[in-house]
Structures are given as C-alpha cells and as structure tokens.
C-alpha cells in the first residue's frame, strides 16, 4: 500500500500536471465500482492546486470544493493524451488545457485512475479537505508534542500505536519498521511503558526515515509507480523491513526475527530494545 512517501511523489507530480488545468469531463469505464462511488458534477472545474494529509491526494477546486482521494492498495494515475482504455481503468478526468495557444481547438489530456484490488476512492466533495491526525511532515513541533503524550497514556505496543492512523496519517507496514529499528526500539513494548526520551526518538526516526524516502521518490516492493510511471529507489536502502532470518542485521550482524501480526513484522531483537 502506498505511503506518505510515495503519496507525496504522486501528488507533486499531479500537481505540476494539473496547473492551469480543467476538468471538463468525468469518465467511469469500468463496470465496476470503487470502495466510495459517488455522483460527479456537470459542469467545468478548475482546478486551483493538489495538497496531501497523510496517505490523502486533494484535488483543490473552485470555490472550496475538492476530488478526495485514496490511492488504497494498488491505486495508480497515468496521463494519456489520446485516452485507450485499459483493464482496471475506474476513473478519467478529461481535462482542458488552458495553456494552449490555439483557442479554436482545445487540446484535451486524460488523468486516469487505475486500481486492480479497488480498496481506493476518488470522491467529489463540496467542502474544504477535513484534515486529521498527524502528519509527520506537514504538522507542527507543537502538534508532535501532543502526539508523545498520546503516546505516554497509549496501552498499545509502539508498533501498533504508530500504525493507528487515528494519531498518526501516512505511516504503513514499511516506515513504521523501519523507523523502530532506527530508533532501537521493540516494536511490542507497551508505549506507556517506554520512556519518553525513546518515544521521541521514535517519532524523530519515523520523519527521518520518511523524509529519506521522500528523496528517493519512494518504495516501490510490488507495483507502485508514479503518475510519471517512474519506480521508488527507497527499496535498496531497507535495514529491515521485508527481511527474513537468513538475512543478518547491519548494525549487530546478527539474524533477524519476524512475527506475524495482522501483518509480518521483522526487527532485531539484539539491537531493539
């Protein structure tokens, strides 16, 4: 499932490809329908920026109202400027470019959404984004205050804590991982029982290590790709996550243990303390 990183990537992206854009049309090719169907507008939108919360792509709009969307398991958009359906295509925005110097003739380009799994939405909303929880980039160091005290009053494990997108929007399975073995941290020790230095450095190592995929425009493990088709580079730099027993830690050299939960996690029990 895509991540904070790999939302971020695609929202730049869309950003860059929707400026100066309109959508004048909305598609639905396939006969099947997404995790939240929703009813389009009929008219021309413009559209005024994209902005993310967490694992949320807004579509900005015209008087407050945005496109909501999730990108869920194996969501993906791709730009086509002759629009040829493909299996999985669930939603086309045909847009109008607005740069386009030959006002007689518009030019129209297509942003598709593809999900083969369908766990993601695309939803047109009359309101503003409603934004929730905390973001590990975009919030402030006041907010993330408030978090480690959540944390501090928090009977669940430390992995478990960091996966609840109640607190925390835009972790997953992979950086929350990966930030725990950065920060020497077990990832089933109760957060009330840990100290509040070690839950600091947890959530000082969960935006580290995000803003470290950032930089590498994500992790791709199975079939993420940018609107741009481009695949992430933060799978060569994985300590831990998707390791298994033969593998030996690069901090201690020693082998790794993984127990399954409602997902497997992999740690170092020498080095996670």
């Known amino acids: 499932m895509p991540e904070l990183p790999e939302v971020e990537t695609v929202r730049s992206e869309l950003e860059d490809l929707l400026a100066d854009q309109k959508v004048i049309d909305i598609k639905n090719p396939s006969k099947f329908t997404l995790r939240k169907p929703v009813d389009w507008p ?19 709009l015209e008087d407050e109202n945005h496109f909501d969307i999730s990108l869920g398991m194996t969501g993906a958009f791709r730009l086509d ?8 295509d669930h ?7 607005q740069k386009t110097k ?24 009359n309101e503003a984004p409603v934004l929730k929880g905390w973001d590990p980039i975009l919030s402030s160091s006041k907010e993330k205050e408030g978090l480690i005290q959540k944390m501090r009053a928090s009977k669940k494990d430390l992995y ?12 997953g399975n992979i950086y929350v991982q990966e930030a725990l073995f950065r920060a020497g941290a077990y990832p089933f020790k109760r957060a009330n029982k840990t100290s509040y230095k070690k839950l600091s ?3 000082d190592k969960a935006q580290e290590v995000l803003r470290e995929a950032l930089r590498y425009k994500g992790t791709t493990i199975i079939n993420y790709r940018s609107a741009t088709g481009q695949e992430g580079g933060f799978q060569d730099k994985l300590k831990v996550y998707g ?13 790794f243990k993984k127990i399954q939960k409602a997902r497997s ?3 170092c029990r020498s080095c996670q303390k």
């Open 160 to 171: 478990s804590f960091l996966m609840d997108q109640t607190h925390i929007v835009g972790l």
């Open 42 to 60: 009929k008219k021309k939108i413009d559209v005024s920026g994209v902005s993310r919360w967490g694992k949320r792509i807004f579509i900005n």
């Open 243 to 255: 390791k298994t027993k033969l593998d030996k830690c690069s901090v201690c050299s020693g082998p």
């Open 91 to 97: 939603v086309v925005l045909c847009l109008e470019d």
């Open 265 to 267: 996690v992999t740690f």
């Open 81 to 88: 400027n002759s629009y040829k359906s493909k299996l999985h």
């Open 201 to 203: 450095l947890v959530i």
């Open 102 to 125: 030959n006002k007689s003739v518009d030019r129209i380009t297509y942003l598709v959404y593809n999900d083969p799994r369908r766990f993601g939405w695309i939803q047109y909303k």
